[in-house]
């Protein structure tokens, strides 16, 4: 690349919580007239014209890593066609899409509710609560008899 004439932007981009189950893409924006993507020393795309629609790219987990990604632009740099026209300096937006854990059934956040119906009659209720990978557990209840008014 002529250096008179090509500019480098570069940037960075944090992947905190990066695994194989993500969906990563890349929404970029023209910072150059006829430019290529990097990220991490790769190139991602190349002859993109400014303004081209269609920048979006899905990112390969092989070339990403877990924290600090840099991103970078190469290209001629962004000629004002109108002396009003204000250049862009936004080079785009990395999306992270992460799926849904699979679902468990957890009522009561894990913890049990249990009715228990009285025959009216005095004594105790012995309540069992057993499980896999749970220890036996015991509660006694008293029943007294219903006092009449």
């Not at 189950?21 to 014209?49: P, R, T």
Request: hydrophobic fraction near 40%; glycine fraction near 8%.
């Amino acid at each position: 690349f002529d250096p008179d004439t090509t500019i480098v932007v570069r940037g960075s981009f944090e992947l905190t919580d990066f695994n194989e189950g993500m969906e990563i893409k890349l929404f970029s924006k023209s910072l150059s007239m006829d430019q290529a993507v990097y990220i991490n020393g790769h190139l991602i795309a190349e002859g993109i014209k400014r303004e081209a629609p269609g920048q979006e790219f899905l990112l390969e987990h092989a070339i990403l890593r877990p924290g600090r990604n840099v991103y970078a632009v190469i290209g001629p740099p962004l000629v004002k066609r109108h002396q009003w026209e204000e250049l862009n300096t936004d080079p785009g937006v990395i999306r992270v899409k992460t799926p849904e854990p699979v679902w468990k059934r957890c009522a009561f956040n894990g913890l049990a509710q249990v009715i228990i119906q009285s025959t009216q009659q005095p004594g105790d209720f012995i309540l069992t609560a057993t499980g896999s990978d749970l220890k036996k557990s015991e509660m006694t209840i008293k029943s007294t008899a219903k006092v009449k008014i």
